[in-house]
Nanobody, 115 residues
Framework: VQLVESGGGLAQPGGSLRLSCAAS????????MNWYRQTPGKARERVAG????????NYAGSVKGRFTISRDDAKNTVYLQMNSLKPEDTAVYYC?????????WGQGTQVTVSS
């Protein structure tokens, strides 16, 4: 199982970024996919999740209405569109899935929101 995030960077408050997570090594379309984020000294926070098939989506309250998770099973990729970014969105963002009784994580991508 391999998860590779990309798309992080520096954005201004109110700006947008789109994160991507390319998955391999498992049947991507069969699994729930999540985005988490973490800041130093804090626990990792689940930001959004999308079910197999994309029919069930949920968000943390702090990002609802601003972030959109989606998946493209043909490309084995999950996305996180982040709009109206705030400084408190600054974190390392991780892609995650759970299969065969194990959590799998990507290496993370840094998102910094600052003027």
């Amino acid at each position: 199982v391999q998860l590779v995030e990309s798309g992080g960077g520096l954005a201004q408050p109110g700006g947008s970024l789109r994160l991507s997570c390319a998955a391999s090594g498992f049947t991507f379309s069969n699994y729930l996919m999540n985005w988490y984020r973490q800041t130093p000294g804090k626990a990792r926070e689940r930001v959004a999740g999308i079910s197999k098939g994309g029919g069930i989506i949920n968000y943390a309250g702090s990002v609802k209405g601003r972030f959109t998770i989606s998946r493209d099973d043909a490309k084995n990729t999950v996305y996180l569109q982040m709009n109206s970014l705030k400084p408190e969105d600054t974190a390392v963002y991780y892609c995650n899935t759970y299969l065969n009784w194990n959590d799998y994580w990507g290496q993370g991508t840094q998102v910094t929101v600052s003027s």
